[in-house]
């Protein structure tokens, strides 16, 4: 009888669009490069595994790739080919994995150092990695063995960008460096073949949107793996933010629109060439760089891309020549002429998915309120406020929206899906790098699908933690959703509406994309929890822990680490004491405004400890701490005066005083 209502529920996941899902281009047994297919969908027609037996789905075996290491920077995404998986780890190694006994096939260790991947290329029987020092390396797919290794100088970092292999050619990314680029590459040699600057210099299409020679420190890396359309001719790569002399956050020494910084480019599959381009951000002094991988798809005769990310707005272009069938309008924004702002930015008439300006929400009311909430005594603005030396808090924030997690298409819903976040950042030239994230506010997310056809909204789900950091999406042709969380729990959604329907506890953070694939005509699902510290530092739980699912697998659950910490920590390690200084660094003899301004910034008291807060006579400001978000004081203090507060329950009480943020931890007598 169970069998039979299996069968019942699997016809009942037929695809929709079966003539779309029989396209050879499709993963289905193999799932051969990060994004899945060139055009990035991120999505599988393999359908066994459906809403009827999801929680069946159990594990079928873990591999510790580095030997149970419990430390790095994991981001690398697995690919599945002829039924052997291919990962990095956060050492850079490369190993190769059995997929239906998860026994370790080969490995290659890396010989350069540490390097942060996102996954390699397999084609042409060879895998493709990276090296730190920019190397190039072509690995023999059944071996491991060394094929050849070639060092290419004078472009920016060969390290974080997935390798995309295509006929006979690889394109990669640069990152990292003053001046990022696109690069293509003759697989059988490692010869380059052809590159495009992300900041275009002097003399260049596009070097006129650089104020002098400002493009040469320009920045605009492609941080994520490109798109492909083999038919058009074309390859689709975005860059990043715009970089000033001092700081991302500074423009007040490259005026101009700032080409291709914060665009997506379409070139020339064959030569390089330049073909269209669209800039999501002109002149960006925000470190908004909407760099995820672009995703291609075809919505009845319109050929589409789907571009955007930190904004919390979806770009739809149309890929052949970049024109917005759905509408995008240049609108004014608030000006800095000292930061040489341009007059407008580009929004899509439908609007975003997340919203563009904090909420001032009153302190006392409920925690933690809504998730734009406000972290109190800064300045606020929509979207795109300019800042000079006041920091101006904007969201979804540099670190919100959608960063560079993988996005899904799938052809059976017709709908795109994101995790994304929020992480409200302040913006200004008192920040040496790319904005303040506030210590003590609320760093979620959640999850939304969008339909392309309209750019509108279907539904969207909140989640506890951000997901705007690897942590990628796969859709199933039987209509599944798959994600990791920060805390590593795996997750199923439905894809039409997003309910839950299954989890399991990985062990590691996920800042990957799951996968599926099929062995012996069976099919497995597969994701690497191991974790990496954006947005969460070192509390997001690190493993090296390679899994694969299957229906009645018998491998069972990780034990669930410690969770992320959800609130933008202080800096500094708790102090016992009973008293804070305002407005000084380590009890320092001179003012300042720095974030950790308050001695210390973690107070450790037992409850029913009295606090003293001190300005002291020698500064000059009058300086607040305000505790958010309950509200339980509110001091505003003249040099030379003081202030106290009785703690009387347990618990983390974050206060401020706009920019220097403390928090006192107040623990059981």
């Known amino acids: 009888m169970l069998r039979r209502r299996e069968l019942l529920m699997a016809a009942a996941a037929a695809p929709v669009l079966a003539h779309l899902d029989a396209s050879p281009d499709l993963p289905g047994r193999d799932f051969p490069k990060v994004g899945g297919d060139l055009a990035n969908q991120n999505h599988s ?72 991947r996102r996954g390699v290329a397999v084609g042409a029987g060879k895998v493709y990695t990276c090296g730190n020092d920019n190397w190039l390396i072509a690995l023999d797919q059944a071996t491991g063995q060394v094929v050849w290794e070639r060092q290419h100088l004078g472009h920016g970092n060969l390290e974080k960008v997935a390798v995309v292999y295509h006929d006979g050619r690889l394109h990669v990314g640069t990152n990292d460096g003053p001046r990022g680029a ?88 064959a030569t390089g060439a330049y073909r269209w381009h669209f800039q999501s951000i002109h002149h960006d002094i925000w470190d908004m760089d909407n760099v995820m991988a672009p995703v291609l798809c075809d919505i009845g005769r319109r050929k589409l891309v789907i571009y955007g990310s930190k904004t919390g707005m979806y770009y739809i272009l149309n890929r052949v020549d970049g024109t917005a069938p759905l509408g995008i309008d240049e609108r004014p924004v608030p ?133 705007a950091h690897g942590n990628g999406i796969l859709t199933t042709g039987s209509d599944l959703l798959f994600v990791g969380q920060p805390d590593g729990n795996l997750l199923c959604l439905d894809a039409r509406n997003g309910r839950e329907l299954w989890r399991w506890q990985t062990g590691a953070s996920v800042s990957s994309s799951p996968i599926a694939y099929e062995v012996d005509g069976e099919q497995y699902l597969a994701v690497y929890a191991g974790g990496t510290g954006i947005p969460y530092g070192d509390s997001a739980p690190r493993g090296d822990h390679l899994w694969a699912f299957k229906l009645d697998g018998t491998q069972p659950p990780a034990a669930a680490p410690a969770p992320p910490v959800v609130r933008r920590p202080v800096s500094g390690p708790p102090v016992e004491g009973d008293t804070i200084v305002m407005g000084r660094v380590n009890g320092g003899s001179v003012e300042s405004d720095a974030v950790n301004a308050f001695t210390p910034t973690h107070l450790r008291v037992p409850a029913g400890t009295t606090v003293t807060f001190v300005n002291p006579a020698g500064n000059v400001k009058t300086r607040k701490a305000t505790q958010f978000f309950e509200g339980l004081f509110d001091f505003t203090l003249k040099p030379g005066e003081s202030a106290t507060f009785t703690f009387t329950e347990p618990g983390e009480y974050f206060y401020n005083g706009g920019r220097p943020a403390g928090k006192v931890e107040v623990y059981p007598r």
């Not at 790739?65 to 190694?93: D, H, K």
């Not at 605009?220 to 390859?235: E, N, S």
């Not at 702002?341 to 001032?360: A, D, K, N, S």
């Open 45 to 116: 027609t393999l359908r066994d595994i459906h809403r009827g037996n999801v929680r069946r789905l159990k594990g079928a075996w873990v591999n510790h790739i580095e030997g149970g290491a419990m430390a790095g920077n994991s981001q690398s995404t697995t690919v599945a080919v002829g039924g052997v998986l291919y990962i990095e780890s956060a050492l850079g190694n490369v190993t190769a994995v059995d997929g239906r006994t998860g026994q370790t096939k080969w490995k290659y260790l890396q010989t350069r150092g540490p390097v942060t």
């Open 335 to 467: 000006q800095e002429p000292r930061q040489k702002t341009w007059p407008t930015q580009p929004f899509p008439r439908q609007g975003g998915w997340t919203e563009q300006i904090p909420v001032l929400q009153p302190l006392g009311t409920a925690i933690p309120g809504d998730p734009n909430r406000a972290v109190p005594n800064f300045t606020i603005g929509p979207l795109y406020t300019p800042h000079w030396d006041e920091p101006i808090l904007t969201i979804p924030g540099h670190g919100g929206g959608a960063d560079w997690n993988h996005q899904s298409f799938s052809r059976r819903t017709g709908l795109v899906y994101t995790g994304f976040g929020y992480v409200a950042a302040a913006h200004s030239l008192t920040e040496s790098s790319n904005g303040l994230r506030p210590p003590g506010e609320y760093m979620t997310g959640g999850i939304v699908a969008v339909d392309p056809s309209t750019n509108r909204v279907r539904w969207k789900k909140r989640l506890p933690y951000s997901m």
């Open 182 to 269: 696109a690069l293509c590459f003759d697989a059988e040699t490692g010869d380059k073949l052809w590159h495009f600057w992300g900041a275009a210099g002097p003399g260049e299409f596009g070097g006129d949107t650089w104020e002098g020679q400002s493009a040469l420190q320009g920045g605009a890396t492609p941080w994520m793996h490109c798109a492909i359309d083999p038919k058009l001719g074309l390859v689709y790569w975005t860059f990043g933010n715009a970089r000033g002399s001092r700081s991302s956050q500074d423009g007040s020494e490259r005026g101009g629109m700032n080409l291709f910084a914060n665009s997506i480019v379409a070139l020339d599959l």
